[in-house]
């Protein structure tokens, strides 16, 4: 009888229907299907996404999605991840004739994200810094430490423009070395691993340490350690977060 359609997980270099199995979103089994040299990680289910409204039920669902990448990874190597919710759907033909057509017309691509994923995994990276810190270095610059020379001197209303001045000063060094900075940790760690993504952060005047980089890298498992070590030594003044090892989500779609 034919599926009506299938869920998902992600497609792995493995041509053949192995006997493979793992327990997926509401305990169902995930096995293979195969065409050409991918098979997909899926698991029979109904012509429409699960619901999102329960965040509880959304996160455990997202958890059990990304186990089973996990156990992926071990076993093959590597995987491409699917977002959560792929669904085949059936449609003039089969949910399965819809599958294997995709992965048959997808070959060329798919070949190029597993060269690239292969044997790898996902991290993800924040380093902070103190904003007021660097803000105080940066008012210790030459030309604003002249125009207070110059301010102490002045009257009442020149007095007022002088220091906007002197502010607006201390903000441009202060952009300049957080830009600086941030080139210097992306170079580092660039020499680590050639794939990198810098991801959206966001400088907020509420927080007492800010988001100076936050960067998603793929490399072996092996290759992290140089990745900590760099980080730790600069870790005193620079407090970073490594997150990982996950499924290579955000180098898919570059693929």
């Known amino acids: 009888m034919p599926h009506d ?5 992600g497609i792995v270099k493995f041509g053949i229907n192995l006997d493979w199995q793992e327990t997926g979103i509401n305990e169902k089994n995930v096995y293979m299907l195969s065409e050409g040299n991918f ?3 899926v698991h029979d289910c109904e012509e429409k996404p699960y619901p999102t409204e329960d965040p509880n039920q959304i996160k455990e669902m997202i958890l059990t999605h990304n186990r089973v990448l996990d156990r992926a990874m ?3 190597e590597g995987v491409i991840p699917l977002s959560f919710n792929t669904i085949i759907k059936k449609g003039a033909d089969s949910a399965q004739v819809n599958l294997k057509k995709w992965l048959h017309d997808d070959q060329e691509r798919l070949e190029r994200i597993w060269n690239k994923v292969k044997g790898k995994r996902e991290y993800g990276i924040r380093i902070y810094y103190e904003k007021d810190k660097l803000i105080q270095e940066a008012s210790e610059h030459k030309d604003i430490k002249q125009i207070e020379r110059i301010l102490e001197a002045k009257g009442p209303g020149l007095s007022y423009l002088l220091q906007s001045k002197a502010k607006a000063k201390t903000q441009v060094v202060f952009q300049e070395k957080v830009n600086k900075l941030k080139q ?3 170079g580092k760690i660039k020499k680590i691993t ?3 993504v810098i991801n959206p952060s966001r400088i907020s005047l509420e927080e007492e340490k800010e988001v100076l980089l ?3 890298i793929l490399l072996e498992e092996k290759e992290i350690n140089k990745i900590k070590e760099f980080l730790e030594k600069r870790g005193e003044d620079f407090p970073f977060n490594l997150a990982g090892p996950f499924a290579p989500y955000s180098f898919v779609e570059s693929g």
């Open 214 to 216: 936050s960067l998603s």
């Open 5 to 9: 359609a299938f869920y998902v997980y």
């Open 184 to 186: 210097e940790f992306y």
């Open 39 to 41: 098979s997909a990680l």
């Open 74 to 76: 071990e076993d093959f």
């Open 194 to 196: 050639e794939e990198l």
